[in-house]
């Protein structure tokens, strides 16, 4: 093998989720819709389950009942002997890991897509976990052009304090995809669209892969997490200032030092402090008032992927 | 048209309620704001009093926790013996009564302005029962002078014989404003910023009211409730659709016999077969999933509004 080749087995097992977060009714919807009629995300030769994650949330509207599912894929809760004393979804996350997982073992699915919307405005938006995958990098490198010219952006996770332990991360190819905006408990027929657009192309990826088409290398940029910034808080803890409205709806675009990102009651500006152009996302999303994050900072880089094929050809 | 009774007297006892609805953020961080610093609120007949109105939805972010609130002011729940297990809405509902009623009575407050939030893309909707407040009717004709971009349209929330249920409807008089779109739990400051300029407003129109000023007469454009349309679901209930495209986020814009309503899961299109032009309102909001509403159907009807006479001069008080 060529050190510019990656080989690589065939993909087997793909899962595509759905109500990770009950109230984004994209994914929800998507995949209760393909429960009962599938036919378009299948695949020849290739298993794709859909699968509702959080059935409780979906069925009360509600981002979670205990606690964010979308944070328990760790050793610790997975490890956890289970009980009904532990909270709603770290019992759900251990059935997760045992169906689609167990995670980090070779019995795990090879790809989950987990799809989640945001009430910011990011539009299409693919999560990548590492940097150093050269499968998905060519993957969403495939998605984004075919997308084209509807953008979509990539948004990379991989930090040594803010990656968190996702729902997907028990395959071993995690994807998470993000569409906005769009509000919690709403469902809007072009961001719907537009979703199904991104799992069709990353099927038919796949599809193309199993087949033994060659993907030659590839560069991807993307937007690297470097910081979460939360919102001014008084004493109380309460919310001391919004998002300002030179910044609502910005999401992706360059932030200088100076420019303003919040605006208080009393009509005072706070701007971007430090000496680096930022690149803010997740500007104002509902869930995130709750964990402390108005917006975070990006930064861009370009990853590069070598070229890869399946490995039965 | 039977018309409600205009007030002969000032409105001194006049509240801003807010959080009504838990995730409805302009008027709860409003509301939240006045009750530390009140001052926005006064003017020099009286002093406007800021409620938070439902503090268990607000600090749960939630429309409500046991039962939507803005449903709860009618005679039943009022009236009824209190019960350990009243849903919370329901004791809370007995408590602003208290505080701004008792709703019907003389001792009730004179004016009530409810703040809203909706997903859904009506710019600034004034609801008012019935065009028959002319009070109400010339607030929301000051308002419109006052703020023309965007469109300030009126939204006649009533159905016939229907017992009111809002918590404006606890005082004398009362309106609602609303919003959108915003999505719940979040916070736009071009939303509060205009929130915030239209209580003001209110305020000034009352204070003008009060210090005797008359308005004259005139047309109006309102937008009156025909019926609900549901969405398309499937036989356990769930949705078999969106709303289409070419609708979404067209409210109060006019629908035509055989344009497109639903986009289902399929592909296929829904199309509105209904007879006469409507214009759908509160299109896709995300609180009315609940309620088997995707959109009102209204019809424009144009009303018009006598004159609000000046209030007569105080008696001056003896020596």
Sequence with gaps: MSSCHVVEDPIKKVAIFGGTHGNELTGVFLVKHW???????????????????????????????????????????????????????????????????????????????????????????????????????????????????????????????????????????????EVGPQPQGVLRADILDQMRKMI??????????????E???????????MEKVDYPRDENGEIAAIIHPNLQDQDWKPLCPGDPVFLTLDGKTIPLGGDCTV????????????????FAKTTILTLNAKSVRSSLH | MCSLPVPREPLRRVAVTGGTHGNEMS???LARYWLQAPGELQRPSFSAVPVLANPAATAACRRYVGRDLNRTFTSTFLTARAHPDDPYEVTRARELNQLLGPKASDQAFDFILDLHNTTANVGTCLI??????????HLCRHLQLQSPEPPCRVFLYQMPREETFSIDSVAKNGMVLELGPQPQGVLRADLLTRARALVAAALDFIQLFNQGTAFPAFEMEAYGTVSIVDFPRTDAGDLAGAVHPQLQDQDFQPLLPGAPIFQLFSGKDVLY?????????????????????????????????????ALAPAPTPAP
Excluded: W
Excluded at chain 1, 200 to 213: M, P, V
């Design chain 1, 200 to 213: 069709k192309y990353a099927l038919d990826f796949i599809h193309n892969f199993n087949e033994g088409k």
């Design chain 2, 128 to 137: 008012l029962e019935s065009a028959s407040n002319v009070f109400a009717m």
């Design chain 1, 35 to 177: 429960l009962e009629n599938g036919a378009e995300i299948q695949r020849t030769g290739l298993e794709v389950k859909p699968f509702i994650t959080n059935p409780r949330a979906v069925k009360k509207c509600t981002r979670y009942i205990d606690c964010d599912l979308n944070r328990v894929f760790d050793c610790e809760n997975l490890g956890k002997k289970m009980s009904e004393d532990l909270p709603y979804e770290v019992r759900r996350a251990q059935e997760i890991n045992h169906l689609f997982g167990p995670k980090g073992s070779e019995d795990s699915y090879d790809i989950i897509f987990d799809l989640h919307n945001t009430t910011s405005n990011m539009g299409c938006t693919l999560i990548l976990e590492d940097s150093k995958n050269d499968f998905l990098i060519q993957m969403f490198h495939y998605i984004k052009t075919s997308l084209a010219p509807l953008p979509c952006y990539v948004y990379l996770i991989e930090h040594p304090s803010l990656k968190y332990a996702t729902t997907r991360s028990v395959a071993k190819y995690p994807v998470g995809i």
């Design chain 2, 27 to 29: 008027g709860v961080y």
């Design chain 1, 279 to 294: 690149h803010p996302v997740f500007v104002n999303e509902a869930a995130y008032y709750e964990k402390k994050e108005a």
């Design chain 2, 273 to 309: 077969e209904g007879g006469p032009t409507t214009y759908p309102a509160f299109i896709n909001e995300a609180a009315y999933y609940e309620k088997g509403i995707a959109f009102f159907q209204t019809e424009k009807l144009t009303f018009s509004v006598p004159a609000l006479p």
């Design chain 1, 215 to 225: 993907f030659p290398p590839c560069a991807l940029e993307v937007y690297k997490i």
